[in-house]
């Protein structure tokens, strides 16, 4: 038996034996200093600041200092950390699924299963989400339905990151990052009071990378183009009485990203791509088009917070607008000129408001009850205004009748002078969702906590702008400056497509039980219900837009959280069954009549059991020694699934109950969710030293094991995402007095290939390899502690 089958069981039995809290630095005796791991985190959860370990929630929580000790720069790095939680990534959109609850479906119209929020507010689907997480204060992984208190669209979960507020003096902070792949990055922290109510910070960043391969067409250097990111955050607090509290957020992301958009088809399909060599997984792709988007965000906000006296009242408002003004992939992904998507003109746009009520100190029976309540409303647009899809005859038909590669000299040629079939379409979807929601906790007596909520929303959604155009083929082929025009004055109308509006009213109940043993060992139990909101097919060439129903999830968890010997060790563990109807997922046929096509697969159930840690083995003789983890165990399957689509392994031919071609939809239940790993697992060992007047050193060392997962739900064998194992190490040294810190670092430093995405299409299985072994070195400077 390999030695890959038991480090994973290894991994899991350290969690099981294991875990720790917080001790705090032992004063002025660095030599006693505590792992930057081991630390008490408070969290917002249940719309009020709690210790992590009070509430009867799964919950990942990590500060600052915790994320900068684990090398954690973004939100998809949270992975490594949090077992149970994957980042993949379809056509640029980011995918995430926790405890086997996500949805492959990606567009504008589609919301995740996953919801995240920054200082409140949630952000929107989009393209290049918004990522680099920058100065924060903490970040939330919250495990499990959350619809009672977050709303819409956390059926798996939600992320809650929380930034830095202005504080009561200068702070600054300048972090540069060098590495391989001409990697650059720079960030700037600004935090000050202006006036003894006023105060504010700023954020600024910029980055960019080459890409991880290179793309060569016909031998030569084909389009390229490096990813680069900028942004900036600005927070004003203002204190204009000592019962009022006003926070005024803006920030700005401009980014293009590339390497998910860039794609191998190392599997072509046997009739569509006959006479397409398969790429071999190696980063050289061959796409004769350039792959990738370029994102605008913009976000403002405005949270109100009044404390009138026996009851707290907060208001958040929120504008969230994200602009993908150039989208780009070779949908064939070969050298050759088949087919193209172009869009320069999508987009996701929001407006929330929420107005919360809560209980505090002095309100009525607030020894006995602590509660929340409130209303929230969201304004949506999203979609696109004009979307093409470009397809060659000669390009394509050369290849269905299956023309070697060797003759590709003598067709290059005609297929590059042959006029394209450029079809033009659209599709916005428009949402308007208002919702009412509650939750008491009771404190039954010193021991027994019951938790008690319910959420009632109402929402209605439209589609317009859903057409089907043909560029005039007499008009000349149209370059992309005509894409990015919008000039539709070459357009000929072939067809307008309607929808009535969707009308949904939901009910999202909790209900939790807690029993503390003692202070340090409570056990609780949980049963919660999240909805995910009906939505349209946007994207339709060829039909009407079609509905699709909302996803229903509802969870029960068992779990308890202890603080154990001498509170050196924090272990917290949970058992969970999650039964899900209309489980959203996507497919990408030409065949299907809509290119995208969103569909509902019936009923899917999902068991598992998780255990999560932090252990400091030594306080008294080696404080500075931390190891933390966790581990994940998920059976997930589709229960009842009778009616889906996919591809042919044979023919590559799509199949489903719209197939052009006439394959049936075929039955899949009994198949395991897509993008779900049965077993994951992370590792992480952290050593804090003290060298006296030199400085301090800290290692750290990360191990993060994955079982594997397909990406089709047909599960087919050539659709896998086989088991890999990441290593990631840093070495730091910090010299107090000039608050330097400067950090060496590798990630995935044995080199392992393993997919970012595995895409199932008309053209075959194309793919893109995750990031490979990065290294580099890392500055940060707090010149505050020179003022």
Same mark, same amino acid.
């Given at each position: 038996?390999?030695?890959?089958?038991?480090?994973?069981?290894?991994?899991?039995?350290?969690?099981?034996?294991?875990?720790?809290?917080?001790?705090?630095?032992?004063?002025?005796?660095?030599?006693?200093?505590?792992?930057?791991?081991?630390?008490?985190?408070?969290?917002?959860?249940?719309?009020?600041?709690?210790?992590?370990q009070d509430i009867p929630i799964m919950?990942?929580?990590?500060?600052?200092?915790?994320?900068?000790?684990?090398?954690?720069?973004?939100?998809?790095?949270?992975?490594?950390?949090?077992?149970?939680?994957?980042?993949?990534?379809?056509?640029?959109?980011?995918?995430?699924?926790?405890?086997?609850?996500?949805?492959?479906?990606?567009?504008?119209?589609?919301?995740?299963?996953?919801?995240?929020?920054?200082?409140?507010?949630?952000?929107?689907?989009?393209?290049?989400?918004?990522?680099?997480?920058?100065?924060?204060?903490?970040?939330?992984?919250?495990?499990?339905?959350?619809?009672?208190?977050?709303?819409?669209?956390?059926?798996?979960?939600?992320?809650?990151?929380?930034?830095?507020?202005?504080?009561?003096?200068?702070?600054?902070?300048?972090?540069?990052?060098? /590495?391989?792949?001409?990697?650059?990055?720079?960030?700037?922290?600004?935090?000050?009071?202006?006036?003894?109510?006023?105060?504010?910070?700023?954020?600024?960043?910029?980055?960019?990378?080459?890409?991880?391969?290179?793309?060569?067409?016909?031998?030569?250097?084909?389009?390229?183009?490096?990813?680069?990111?900028?942004?900036?955050?600005?927070?004003?607090?203002?204190?204009? #009485?000592?019962?009022?509290?006003?926070?005024?957020?803006?920030?700005?992301?401009?980014?293009?990203?590339?390497?998910?958009?860039?794609?191998?088809?190392?599997?072509?399909?046997?009739?569509?791509?006959?006479?397409?060599?398969?790429?071999?997984?190696?980063?050289?792709?061959?796409?004769?088009?350039?792959?990738?988007?370029?994102?605008?965000?913009?976000?403002?906000?405005?949270?109100?917070?009044?404390?009138?006296?026996?009851?707290?009242?907060?208001?958040?408002?929120?504008?969230?607008?994200?602009?993908?003004?150039?989208?780009?992939?070779?949908?064939?992904?070969?050298?050759?000129?088949?087919?193209?998507?172009?869009?320069?003109?999508?987009?996701?746009?929001?407006?929330?408001?929420?107005?919360?009520?809560?209980?505090?100190?002095?309100?009525?029976?607030?020894?006995?009850?602590?509660?929340?309540?409130?209303?929230?409303?969201?304004?949506?647009?999203?979609?696109?205004?004009?979307?093409?899809?470009?397809?060659?005859?000669?390009?394509?038909?050369?290849?269905?009748? /299956?023309?070697?590669?060797?003759?590709?000299?003598?067709?290059?040629?005609?297929?590059?002078?042959?006029?394209?079939?450029?079809?033009?379409?659209?599709?916005?979807?428009?949402?308007?969702?208002?919702?009412?929601?509650?939750?008491?906790?009771?404190?039954?007596?010193?021991?027994?906590?019951?938790?008690?909520?319910?959420?009632?929303?109402?929402?209605?959604?439209?589609?317009?702008?859903?057409?089907?155009?043909?560029?005039?083929?007499?008009?000349?082929?149209?370059?992309?400056?005509?894409?990015?025009?919008?000039?539709?004055?070459?357009?000929?109308?072939?067809?307008?497509?309607?929808?009535?509006?969707?009308?949904?009213?939901?009910?999202?109940?909790?209900?939790?039980?807690?029993?503390?043993?003692?202070?340090?060992?409570?056990?609780?139990?949980?049963?919660?219900?999240?909805?995910?909101?009906?939505?349209?097919?946007?994207?339709?060439?060829?039909?009407?837009?079609?509905?699709?129903?909302?996803?229903?999830?509802?969870?029960?968890?068992? /779990?308890?959280?202890?603080?154990?010997?001498?509170?050196?060790?924090?272990?917290?563990?949970?058992?969970?069954?999650?039964?899900?109807?209309?489980?959203?997922?996507?497919?990408?046929?030409?065949?299907?009549?809509?290119?995208?096509?969103?569909?509902?697969?019936?009923?899917?159930?999902?068991?598992?059991?998780?255990?999560?840690?932090?252990?400091?083995?030594?306080?008294?003789?080696?404080?500075?020694?931390?190891?933390?983890?966790?581990?994940?165990?998920?059976?997930?399957?589709?229960?009842?699934?009778?009616?889906?689509?996919?591809?042919?392994?044979?023919?590559?031919?799509?199949?489903? #109950?719209?197939?052009?071609?006439?394959?049936?939809?075929?039955?899949?239940?009994?198949?395991?969710?897509?993008?779900?790993?049965?077993?994951?697992?992370?590792?992480?060992?952290?050593?804090?030293?003290? #060298?006296?007047?030199?400085?301090?050193?800290?290692?750290?060392?990360?191990?993060?094991?994955?079982?594997?997962?397909?990406?089709?739900?047909?599960?087919?064998?050539?659709?896998?995402?086989?088991?890999?194992?990441?290593?990631?190490?840093?070495?730091?040294?910090?010299?107090?007095?000039?608050?330097?810190?400067?950090?060496?670092?590798?990630?995935?430093?044995?080199?392992?290939?393993?997919?970012?995405?595995?895409?199932?299409?008309?053209?075959?299985?194309?793919?893109?390899?995750?990031?490979?072994q990065l290294y580099g070195i890392r500055?940060?400077?707090?010149?505050?502690?020179?003022?």
């Open positions: 038996m390999s030695n890959n089958y038991f480090l994973p069981l290894i991994s899991a039995a350290v969690c099981s034996a294991a875990v720790s809290p917080v001790l705090a630095s032992t004063g002025e005796n660095n030599t006693k200093r505590s792992s930057r791991l081991i630390e008490e985190v408070m969290v917002t959860a249940q719309k009020r600041e709690e210790n992590s919950i990942s929580a990590f500060s600052a200092d915790k994320l900068d000790a684990m090398g954690v720069e973004s939100t998809a790095d949270l992975q490594r950390i949090t077992p149970g939680l994957t980042f993949t990534y379809t056509y640029g959109y980011t995918v995430i699924y926790m405890r086997g609850i996500g949805t492959d479906a990606f567009l504008p119209n589609a919301d995740p299963s996953i919801a995240t929020y920054i200082d409140g507010i949630n952000i929107g689907p989009s393209q290049g989400k918004q990522d680099t997480l920058g100065p924060v204060e903490r970040v939330e992984v919250l495990k499990g339905p959350q619809g009672t208190l977050f709303g819409r669209n956390a059926t798996g979960g939600a992320i809650n990151i929380i930034t830095q507020a202005p504080p009561d003096e200068f702070v600054g902070s300048l972090k540069t990052e060098l /590495g391989n792949y001409n990697a650059e990055s720079y960030q700037l922290f600004l935090g000050t009071p202006i006036t003894s109510s006023l105060g504010t910070t700023l954020s600024l960043f910029k980055s960019h990378q080459d890409l991880y391969g290179r793309n060569e067409v016909n031998g030569q250097p084909g389009p390229m183009r490096a990813d680069f990111g900028e942004g900036a955050r600005l927070k004003v607090q203002w204190d204009p #009485a000592d019962e009022i509290t006003v926070m005024l957020t803006a920030s700005y992301h401009n980014q293009f990203t590339s390497n998910s958009l860039s794609q191998e088809n190392t599997r072509p399909a046997p009739i569509f791509a006959g006479g397409v060599e398969a790429d071999e997984p190696d980063r050289v792709w061959h796409n004769n088009k350039l792959g990738g988007n370029s994102t605008l965000n913009t976000l403002y906000g405005a949270v109100i917070e009044w404390r009138p006296g026996p009851l707290d009242i907060k208001f958040l408002y929120s504008e969230n607008d994200a602009d993908v003004d150039e989208a780009h992939y070779d949908l064939d992904s070969t050298e050759q000129s088949q087919a193209y998507f172009y869009s320069a003109d999508q987009f996701n746009y929001q407006k929330t408001y929420e107005l919360q009520f809560l209980s505090n100190e002095d309100t009525w029976l607030a020894e006995h009850v602590e509660w929340v309540a409130g209303l929230y409303r969201l304004e949506g647009e999203g979609g696109f205004g004009s979307l093409y899809l470009t397809l060659n005859p000669v390009g394509f038909g050369s290849n269905v009748i /299956g023309l070697p590669d060797l003759l590709n000299p003598l067709i290059g040629p005609i297929i590059n002078n042959t006029q394209d079939v450029v079809l033009g379409n659209g599709g916005i979807l428009t949402t308007e969702s208002n919702s009412i929601f509650a939750q008491a906790t009771w404190h039954l007596s010193e021991r027994i906590d019951l938790t008690g909520g319910i959420r009632y929303q109402e929402e209605t959604r439209g589609i317009t702008n859903s057409y089907l155009d043909v560029v005039n083929p007499l008009a000349g082929n149209p370059p992309n400056a005509y894409f990015k025009s919008g000039d539709q004055s070459q357009n000929i109308r072939l067809s307008n497509f309607s929808a009535p509006d969707l009308e949904d009213n939901t009910v999202s109940p909790r209900l939790a039980a807690q029993y503390f043993v003692n202070d340090n060992f409570q056990v609780f139990a949980s049963a919660q219900r999240g909805y995910k909101s009906p939505t349209y097919n946007i994207v339709n060439f060829f039909t009407n837009p079609d509905p699709v129903d909302r996803e229903e999830a509802t969870a029960f968890e068992l /779990g308890f959280k202890s603080d154990l010997l001498d509170g050196t060790l924090r272990l917290n563990s949970a058992l969970f069954k999650t039964q899900i109807k209309g489980l959203l997922t996507a497919i990408v046929a030409i065949p299907s009549g809509g290119i995208v096509s969103f569909r509902n697969a019936g009923e899917a159930e999902i068991e598992g059991a998780e255990v999560d840690f932090q252990w400091q083995p030594l306080p008294e003789w080696n404080p500075g020694l931390a190891v933390s983890g966790g581990a994940t165990y998920l059976d997930a399957y589709y229960t009842d699934y009778p009616d889906g689509a996919g591809f042919d392994d044979t023919t590559g031919l799509y199949f489903g #109950a719209d197939s052009l071609v006439g394959d049936t939809a075929r039955d899949f239940s009994g198949n395991r969710i897509v993008r779900t790993p049965r077993f994951t697992s992370s590792l992480s060992l952290n050593q804090f030293f003290s #060298a006296g007047a030199i400085g301090n050193f800290e290692f750290g060392l990360d191990y993060y094991y994955n079982s594997g997962y397909n990406t089709t739900p047909q599960n087919s064998p050539h659709f896998e995402q086989d088991q890999y194992e990441l290593w990631d190490g840093r070495v730091s040294y910090f010299y107090d007095p000039f608050g330097l810190q400067l950090t060496a670092f590798v990630k995935n430093a044995k080199d392992k290939d393993y997919y970012q995405s595995i895409l199932q299409q008309d053209f075959g299985r194309t793919v893109t390899l995750a990031p490979p500055l940060k400077w707090d010149f505050d502690t020179l003022l």
